[in-house]
Nanobody
Framework: QVQLVESGGGLVQAGGSLRLSCAAS????????MGWYRRSPGKQRELVAE??????KYGNSVKGRFTISRDNAKNTLYLQMNSLKPEDTAVYYC??????????????WGQGTQVTVSS
C-alpha cells in the first residue's frame, strides 16, 4: 500500500507561481511512474507532468511553465508551476504506478489539492 498526500495548493493571481508537494509513504518500490494529473469540472483528467522509465513527459498546455522534480531521500514529489493562467484552475492529483512491467500494475492517488488562478 502507498499513501500520497498533496499540499501547496491555493489561490493565486494570473502570472504567479505555486509549488505543489506530494509526500509518499508505505510500500514504495518497483515504481514504474510517478507524476501529476489534474481535473476541472467538465473536463477529462489530463496529464500534467510525469516521470517514468521512458523519461519525463509534460502535457502540452504546461510545457515551458511547469517543472516536475523529486527528492528520493524525502520520498517527496514536487511540481513547480510558473506563469499560471486561469485555465490552470483545477484539482491536482499526485499519482504513483507501482508494479512490474508486463506482470502487474497498481495505481495510487492522493486526495487532490485545489489550485485556483484568478484573472
Amino acid at each position: 500500500q502507498v499513501q500520497l498526500v498533496e499540499s501547496g495548493g491555493g489561490l493565486v493571481q494570473a502570472g504567479g507561481s505555486l509549488r505543489l508537494s506530494c509526500a509518499a509513504s508505505g510500500r514504495i518500490f518497483s515504481v514504474q511512474s510517478m507524476g501529476w494529473y489534474r481535473r476541472s469540472p467538465g473536463k477529462q483528467r489530463e496529464l500534467v507532468a510525469e516521470f517514468s522509465r521512458d523519461g519525463t513527459k509534460y502535457g502540452n498546455s504546461v510545457k515551458g511553465r511547469f517543472t516536475i522534480s523529486r527528492d528520493n531521500a524525502k520520498n517527496t514529489l514536487y511540481l513547480q508551476m510558473n506563469s499560471l493562467k486561469p485555465e490552470d484552475t483545477a484539482v491536482y492529483y499526485c499519482h504513483v504506478e507501482r508494479g512490474t512491467v508486463g506482470v502487474v500494475s497498481d495505481d495510487y492517488w492522493g486526495q487532490g489539492t485545489q489550485v485556483t488562478v484568478s484573472s
